[in-house]
């Protein structure tokens, strides 16, 4: 199953809401995780189950989405926000990313 | 603390041979799926494999680009994650991650990462 982020280069401002799409080549139920990864660090997750909100991660952080589109919203961008982010999807192997979209300071 | 360390990273020459490893603590390591997933410099995540738990027979999965070359393997009673690569090529230079399945979830989310080893290939 693709994955197939966009935009792959996101430039936005502190405070702006932003959204990030994962369209999957087929349908994966909402068997969907969001990871973020800043540069030279391990991905951390951030949403799973395409809406649930891992522990720990600020509540600005959300996701929706079923079947074959999904979507990462980040309501109030913060400094600490400017990363890339990744989707995967867990309903079939083998298990597969998307290719990032990378959110740079505007 | 959860916590996951890879070790056993280097230079291997085109063709040769390597074995990773990852030490977890902090958590019940039996009780996960694990996974190995890689990123070549610059570029995106790639999964590469997974080894379920005993009760699922230690059952693996692994992506195309690595089956048949790539064996994981995992020893509970050490509390530790094994990926043995054979017959590398220049594009299997990446970090390797190490990484928990969620427990808890239809399927097992990534939740805990490992630092990542970087192996390089290259004559």
Redesign the interface.
Known sequence: IQLTQSPSFLSASVGDRVTITCRASQGISSYLAWYQQKPGKAPKLVIYDASTLQSGVPSRFSGSGSGTEFTLTISSLQPEDFATYYCQQLNTYPLTFGGGTKVEIK | EVQLVESGGGLVQPGGSLRLSCAASGFTFSDHYM?W?RQAPGK????VG?IRKQVYSYTT????SVKGRFTISRDDSRNSLYLEMNSLTTEDTAVY?CTRG?TG???????C????TLVTVSS
């Open positions: 996974d997933v995106g995540l790639e999964w997974r999965e692994y992506a195309a991650f969620m979830t239809s399927v097992q989310y990534f939740d990462w490992g630092q990542g």
